[in-house]
């Protein structure tokens, strides 16, 4: 079974520009969450969807959004980067029923450097 | 909301030595519990997890995690380390009875090994 894939793996940009990152969960899988990971701030809690709904939402300003498509890949979008958005970026997936949907799969990330 | 700490930030052993390192949470109510490892270059792998009933818990590659509710502890040990587990370890938590998966990590302990 394949795992999480995120595309693409590294991204560089400018500051004030729009970035779309993709993550495909696992097959079968249908809960994805997208969490940031700086040197500073460690990983945090970027969004949750499940069944192309947001479920749950971390403490980040409205310039990061999401969505999941039917098929459970999902995008997430940061508008007007600014530099300290730099930061590995992962995808996670889970089942979506019984104790399995506690458990979280990672992808190796999405790096993204804003100059 | 729930938070984690992780008592050390980077612990250096020589190979065979024994490996304990610290996690503490903060949240009244029912949590589950997560040791994730990331080795240098790889995406974040699930060592271990604890949901309820036994609270020594077995993972893989010989980790094993103790749960001691009263300490809001969840401490990962390994009898005898080798180089290969030189990586970046997370704690993580979720709290489901809250009505949301999403995992709250400690910043993390890098653990260097020495041959």
């Not at chain 1, 993709?22 to 945090?44: A, D, E, K, M, N």
């Not at chain 1, 980040?60 to 969505?67: C, E, L, Q």
């Not at chain 2, 009505?99 to 890098?110: A, E, M, N, P």
Request: proline share 4%.
């Amino acid at each position: 079974k394949a795992g999480v894939t995120q595309t693409p793996r590294y991204l560089i940009k400018t500051r004030g520009q729009q970035v779309t990152l993709s993550c495909s969960p696992i097959s079968g899988h249908r809960s994805v969450s997208w969490y940031q990971q700086t040197p500073g701030q460690g990983l945090q809690f970027l969004f949750e969807y499940f069944s192309e709904t947001q479920r749950n939402k971390g403490n980040f300003p409205g310039r990061f959004s999401g969505r999941q498509f039917s098929n459970s890949r999902s995008e997430m979008n940061v508008s007007t980067l600014e530099l300290g958005d730099s930061a590995l970026y992962l995808c996670a997936s889970s089942f979506n029923s019984g104790i399995a949907k506690n458990i979280q799969y990672f992808g190796a990330g999405t790096r993204l450097s804003v100059l | 909301a729930q938070s984690v700490s992780q008592h050390n930030h980077h612990v250096i052993l020589s190979e065979a030595a024994s490996l304990e390192l610290g996690c503490n949470y903060s949240y009244g109510g029912t949590v589950n519990l997560f040791w994730y490892v990331q080795y240098p270059g790889q995406h974040l792998q699930l060592l271990l997890k604890y949901f309820s009933g036994d609270p020594l818990v077995k993972g893989i590659k010989g980790f094993e995690a103790e749960f001691i509710k009263s300490k809001f502890s969840f401490n990962l040990r390994k009898p005898s380390v080798q180089w290969s587990d030189t990586a970046e370890y997370f704690c993580a938590v979720n709290a489901p009875g809250a009505g949301s998966y999403q995992l709250t990590f400690g910043k993390g302990t890098k653990l260097s090994v020495i041959p």
